[in-house]
């Protein structure tokens, strides 16, 4: 027994002894450094970031911010100089790259390059793939109860239906909502025509007797708790309300999505450029992104291919983006002109005097 | 904020002023820091132009007070406003009694009450508003009993409407009329009264002229603390009326946060200050009254 004890042990010595001895050729040796990684709050699951420590020895110093803009602010401050590694949203990854603020990839130091979603390469903030490796995808839905409502849902302009009176909630995030209502009238999320977007101002006052109320952190309360029938929310939102209750019908609205990426770079100026490669190549791992798409906060589409084998059977109906939602029926919501915003804002702000009437 | 309630307290040592100039040092240092700098940035800022992404330039513009004057942003002004007079109203209705008639009590009760008015304050207000949803819901404690009793037979629709608002609204400030008018009464020299009743006064008339005046200082503490929040209070506003009854201090935090307009933001709060600093003065020019009872 104690023969066959010291065996294993000494077995195991040689196994750790030669993985370390293979990963130290492989990598330049980043042991004992500090990864600084900026991203929003919970974007991982524990397990994850240990294990990053645990398989380079790298400790992980992770900070949030709550905006983008925050983000960009904080590195155009300190000359990108902060941070190794960040994740942020799509408009805003156009005006990190565009401003120089972040670092051309060295491919060669992310073997897991191509475990990435195809799909969502190559999109309008980095159209090279100079910048950015994805991280995952949001795509904001209409989700309902069918016991609480009389209709059946499959678009946005549903929402506009008598019966739903008082019985809608949404997200407070006034492109997106000022979006779909474009998307009602034929437009696209992005349309720079300012008599377009207070058409579409005009038709959105006409929801607000629809409205109950306009939330952006516990949208999901509202539909779980039966405060109301219908709710239009964010991706991770929407994961939470089906998990908690399957009974729910998520739609994907036939006039088109508004798809968000997340994706990530490294500042033009990280202090620990060798330990930002080794953590995007290692969030790349097909095990490690299924961990991090697999948990019960998360929630958002996963954009690693490979991953999603590994991610349970439960979780994939939810974080596994159909194969039918494609581009074709989505756009992204990008930056435009500060006329076309200053519309958005004043059609929003009616729209909110409007509910509350 | 103690020193700008302080006036009746520092009255009476006034002349020692001279001599114990040096403790107040601190307080002057206090204010110039932590309220008068401030002010002077707001100010400052509110002149200037919004940068395209974050944060704003050194460029002078008038352009976020012309803004204000649109009809929507006037529009919020004037339902601020309307909300403020209706919550401060319902609290000097309820407020005023309440804290006469608690300092009235004998010692014992009167501590009692005084304990339930201010444990409220051990908790959060976040939290216990969103303790008035779960009471308030369309599943919440309160359709529940009413279903059960019969009353109702579909689930009433309580929240996320104005008169959630107000209700919020009077709810987080009513302690603070309460206080206040309960310290002024508690201090008022009742030999006034009953000499006013000697004289051949009835009660309403020892009331009106010698009760309410003397206790005017606090009654006007109560408006300030009721008034000025009332038209502030965001979080009320976004967790009771759903986000849709919108405030001065929901434009503002949402010119802060997801608009990214800080000048806008500060010159809306310039407004809202003088707005409130003339309603202040009015009505202290209409009840004649000086002082603020010195309380907080």
């Known amino acids: 027994m104690n023969k066959r004890l010291i065996a294993a042990a000494v077995f195991a010595a040689c196994v750790i002894g030669t993985t370390g001895a293979v990963t130290a050729e492989e990598l330049p040796d980043i042991s004992g450094t500090t990864l600084n990684l900026y991203t929003w709050d919970g974007m991982f699951p524990q397990e994850v970031l240990d294990g990053f420590t645990e398989k380079y020895g790298v400790k992980i110093q992770y900070s949030n911010f709550d905006y983008d803009e925050d983000m960009l602010a904080r590195l155009e401050t300190n000359g990108a100089s902060e941070y190794d590694v960040v994740i942020a949203d799509d408009y805003i990854l156009k005006m990190v790259n565009d401003e120089g603020l972040s670092e051309e990839l060295d491919k060669s130091k992310i073997p897991n390059y191509d475990n990435q979603n195809e799909a969502f390469m190559s999109l309008f903030y980095d159209p090279e793939n100079k910048y950015n490796v994805v991280y995952g995808v949001g795509i904001p839905l209409i989700v309902y109860d069918p016991s609480l409502i009389d209709i059946e849902i499959s678009s946005f302009e549903d929402l506009w239906d008598e019966s739903l009176a008082d019985n809608v909630a949404i997200i407070g995030n006034y492109r997106v909502i000022d979006g779909f209502t474009l998307k009602t009238l034929g437009e696209s999320f992005n349309t720079e025509d300012v008599d377009k977007i207070r058409e579409a101002g005009e038709k959105l006052v006409t929801l607000a007797p629809n409205i109950r109320a306009i939330n952006d952190t516990n949208t999901q309360d509202l539909l779980l708790s039966g405060e109301v029938g219908a709710a239009f929310m964010y991706t991770s939102q929407v994961t939470l309300a089906l998990r908690t209750n399957p009974e729910l019908v998520a739609v994907y609205p036939s006039e088109g999505l508004g798809i968000g990426t997340m994706a990530q770079f490294i500042p033009k100026n990280a202090p620990n450029k060798e330990a930002a490669y080794a953590f995007i190549n290692y969030l790349l791992e097909p095990e490690v992104a299924a961990k991090c798409f697999d948990s019960d906060e998360f929630g958002y589409y996963c954009t690693n291919k490979p991953a999603e084998e590994f991610i349970s059977e439960e979780n994939r109906q939810y974080v596994v983006l159909p194969d039918d939602i494609t581009w074709e029926s989505g756009e992204a919501i990008q930056t435009i002109s500060d006329e076309a915003n200053e519309a958005h804002m004043e059609v929003w702000a009616e729209f909110q005097a409007a509910c509350g009437a | ?296």
């Open chain 2, 1 to 296: 904020m103690s020193m700008d309630f302080s006036g009746t307290v520092s009255k009476g040592r006034k002349r020692k002023r001279g001599r114990s100039w040096t403790l107040l040092v601190p307080i002057y240092i206090f204010t110039l820091l932590f309220v008068f700098l401030p002010l002077i940035y707001m100010v400052y800022l509110s002149f200037m132009t919004k940068a395209e992404v974050w944060g704003f330039e050194n460029r002078f513009t008038l352009e976020n007070y012309k803004k204000i004057l649109d009809p929507l942003y006037l529009r919020t002004f004037l339902n601020s406003l309307k909300l403020a007079l209706i919550s401060t109203l319902v609290n000097t209705a309820v407020g005023y009694p309440y804290g006469y008639f608690m300092a009235k009590l004998e010692k014992k009760k009167r501590d009692i009450m005084l304990l339930l008015v201010m444990i409220p304050f051990w908790t959060s207000e976040l939290i216990r508003l969103n303790g008035w949803i779960i009471v308030f819901r369309s599943k919440g404690v309160l359709n529940l009993i009413l279903e059960k009793a019969g009353l109702i037979d579909k689930p009433l629709k309580l929240l996320y409407n104005y008169q959630m608002v107000v209700f919020g609204m009077i709810y987080a400030l009513l302690p603070f009329m309460i206080l206040c008018v309960y310290s002024s009464v508690e201090k008022m020299d009742w030999k006034l009264v009953e000499a006013a009743r000697d004289l051949g006064g009835n009660a309403a008339q020892a009331f009106l002229t010698v009760t309410l005046p003397m206790t005017m200082p606090g009654l006007l503490s109560g408006v300030v603390l009721t008034f000025i929040p009332s038209m502030g209070l965001f979080f009320v506003a976004d967790l009771l009326g759903g986000n849709k009854i919108v405030l001065v201090g929901n434009v503002i935090q949402q010119q802060l946060t997801k608009g990214r307009n800080l000048p806008f933001a500060a010159a809306l709060s310039v407004v809202l200050m003088i707005l409130t600093s003339l309603f202040i003065a009015a009505y202290r020019r209409i009840t004649k009254t000086d002082q603020l009872e010195g309380l907080i």
